[in-house]
Structures are given as C-alpha cells and as structure tokens.
C-alpha cells in the first residue's frame, strides 16, 4: 500500500491549517480572498502549463513576466513570512499533484481533492483561531 498521496495531503492541509490559523486575527474577507488566490494558484498549476510557458517567454510578452517575477523578488525582500507561506502552500500543491496523478487519479479529481481538501482544513484553521487559540495580527511583521 501506498502511504505516499495521503501524506502529500497531510501536508497540504496542514499548510491551508496554518494559513487559516494566521488569518483569523484578521477580518474575514482577508480569509475569503486569500484563499480565493491560493485556489487560483492550484488551478494554474494543474492546467496553466501552456498560459506560463507563453507568459515567460522573451520576448515583446516578457514584460508581463518580468513584471511578475520582480513582484515576487519585490515580495520575498519585503515580507519574508508572507513570501514563505506562499512558497509552502505552492510546493505542497505541487508534491500533492505529482503524488495524486502518480497513484492513477485524473487531473480533475486531483483538483477536486485537493480544492475540497483547503477548503476544510483553511475554514478549520480560521475557526480555531477566532475560538481557541487566537492568532496575532502582528505575524506579518
């Protein structure tokens, strides 16, 4: 048996978990939209091979990518956390597709598991810490 995919998706709600945790402290529509982006995130990974291999070409189109990459350089020199959060919510979506499609499931029902599966662990993250255990607004700083 295969322990590989279920520890992938261990590791993906684990990070949607602690996302969530961390924007408790803040309103709710900071949750709502950041969770929007990561999904967005997933959605370009699973099928945008083609949209960011044009994107990244040099070329006249090379703006756009070097408008995003300084964004991200821009972002990783500014707010360390915020840069490394992302990073880990990326590379765990990534490990966990490799892992799904590796086991024999589809594209979609990878998405689908792993779309439903931050759902849940980012609003459980968000609950525990509005109820249980406050997080602090200062954890960007």
Known sequence: MNIAPAISLISVGIAYGL???????????????????????????????????????????????????????????????????MIILLASQMLARLELQAFGLGRRLSLVLIVMLSLI????GWVVGKIFLPSSPFWLN
């Open 121 to 124: 662990t980012f609003s459980g």
């Open 19 to 85: 996302l969530g945790w961390n924007l408790s402290a803040y309103q709710i529509y900071w949750a709502v939209g950041t969770w929007f982006l990561a999904i967005n995130f997933a959605v370009v990974l699973f099928w945008g091979e083609r949209i960011t291999k044009r994107m990244f070409r040099l070329g006249p189109r090379g703006v756009l990518s070097m408008l995003i990459l300084s964004s991200i350089l821009t972002l990783a020199a500014v707010s360390f956390t915020v840069f490394s959060t």
